[in-house]
């Protein structure tokens, strides 16, 4: 069974640019996150969807938004890019019970903003 | 503020020897505990879980122990192996939030010499 996928693995874009980031969750899983790892640090959360509508927000500004689509994959948009926002990106889903369950991570991808 | 967060930050053991791995948290509502493993370049890989309802569960070659009296969380790794090596994260997750939204501590990179 595939994984959480995410794309593109790799992105470079410079200071004021967009960038949208796209996952699929595993098959069957209704909830997709998206947290971001700055290098040397856990992961923090930023937004949680679930059946298309958003559950959570971390606490990061409006520059961030996301959304996610009838099959249950998620983008996830960056506007006005700044430099402090290159990090590792990380999709996860988790199971279709709207409760605390366990996440599974993608490979995440990882931005960076020159 | 409200953390999950870990004592130590680099843990440095022999190969065969018991690992153990320790987490500090501070929010009493937490109800859920997950431990996750992150080798570079890769996203966070679910280990092993607990419900505030348990003080211990054993996985294969893992053990989670959970005080809620010193709101303390451990992962004991037995007969390390090199492919242990990598960044420990714990992770809570609290009642109040609805779905699933993860405080992560910061991490601990372990490391096992043969």
């Known amino acids: 069974d595939a994984g959480v996928t995410q794309s593109p693995t790799h992105l470079i874009k410079t200071r004021g640019q967009h960038v949208t980031l796209r996952c699929s969750p595993i098959?069957?899983?209704?909830?997709v996150s998206w947290y971001q790892q700055v290098l040397g640090q856990g992961p923090q959360f930023i937004f949680q969807?679930?059946?298309?509508?958003?559950?959570g927000r971390g606490n990061f500004p409006d520059r961030f938004s996301a959304r996610q689509f009838p099959n249950y994959s998620s983008e996830l948009n960056v506007n006005a890019l700044l430099l402090g926002d290159s990090a590792l990106y990380l999709c996860?889903?988790?199971?279709?019970?709207?409760?605390?369950?366990?996440?599974?991570f993608g490979s995440g991808t990882q931005l960076s903003v020159l | 503020g409200e953390s999950v967060g870990l004592h130590l930050p680099t843990l440095s053991v022999q190969e065969g020897d018991n690992s153990i791995i320790n987490c500090a948290y501070s929010?009493?509502?937490?109800?859920?505990f997950i431990w996750y493993k992150q080798e570079s370049g890769k996203g966070p890989q679910f280990i092993i879980d607990?419900?505030?309802?348990?003080d211990k569960r054993q996985g294969q070659r893992v053990t989670v122990l959970l005080n809620k009296t010193v709101k303390h969380l451990s992962l004991q790794i037995a007969a390390t192996q090199p492919g242990d090596s990598a960044v420990y994260f714990c992770?809570?997750?609290?009642?109040?939030?609805?779905?699933?939204?993860?405080?992560f501590g910061e991490g601990t990179q372990l490391t096992v010499n043969p």
């Open positions: 992770a809570e997750n609290r009642a109040e939030t609805s779905g699933s939204r993860l405080t």
């Open positions: 607990i419900r505030s309802n348990m």
């Open positions: 996860a889903s988790s199971p279709p019970r709207d409760s605390n369950e366990k996440l599974f």
């Open positions: 969807y679930y059946e298309k509508e958003e559950r």
């Open positions: 098959s069957g899983h209704k909830s």
């Open positions: 929010n009493s509502a937490s109800d859920y």
